[in-house]
């Protein structure tokens, strides 16, 4: 990095190196980093790579910690598009312990643009937190997501509602995430577009309508037929 041009360099991060803020508000950009599992961890490392290499160096370059990403093209194994392709599968809905973990979900086209946002306008050296202020328990978000594919496929939302399954928590899984977002909202005139019950039915219809896609991906034929590119 110390041998090429003179560059801006945006770190995109999480809003997991904050951990739970369970009974807490939600965490400002300067919130103590308090990463509760070794991937959350390393996602706060990287944040401090990237601080110490501007500092040392003296790169230009801000950092966003975003709440949890949803829209078209993600990968089946992310919550929001495993449960709708599982409903059109008439498989299981596995849901961690009691449903009860609370996320912050923001549309991926509004994540995108606050990135862009930051790179015209973002002061160098400053963090900006990214979020959808749409905080949703995980069975509550489940029950939308049921609704809305039961209407744009027809099946009976009794049939998905009996796909519901409980299964054991995953260790370090953290009750709640939320980011204070008013920052970027006051400073470079961000917010989001979406909300999330458009964000989700549009979610649902691009996946209702590229089955090939999906089975592409399933397949995992992407990790061989785009080696090289």
Known sequence: ????????????????????????????????????????????????????????????????????????????????????????????????????????????????????QILRGGLPGTTYNVGGRTERANLVLLTELIRIVSEESAIPVRELESLVTFVTDRPGHDRRYAVDCSKIERDLGWSPRHKLSDGLRETVRWYVSHEPWVTHVRTGAYRTSDKGR
């Open 1 to 116: 990095m110390r041998a090429r041009p003179p560059i801006h360099l945006h770190h995109v991060s999480t809003d997991e190196v904050f951990g739970s803020r369970d009974g807490l508000d939600a965490c400002a950009e300067d919130s103590p980093y308090r990463p509760n599992s070794p991937y959350a961890a390393s996602k706060a490392s990287s944040d401090h790579l990237v601080r110490a290499y501007a500092k040392t160096y003296g790169i230009s370059s801000t950092l966003s910690n975003s709440s949890n990403n949803y829209g078209p093209r993600q990968f089946p194994e992310k919550l929001i598009p495993l449960m709708i392709l599982n409903m059109l599968d008439r498989q299981p809905l596995p849901v961690y312990g009691d449903g009860a973990h609370v996320r912050d979900w923001v549309y991926v086209d509004d994540h995108v643009e606050a990135v862009w």
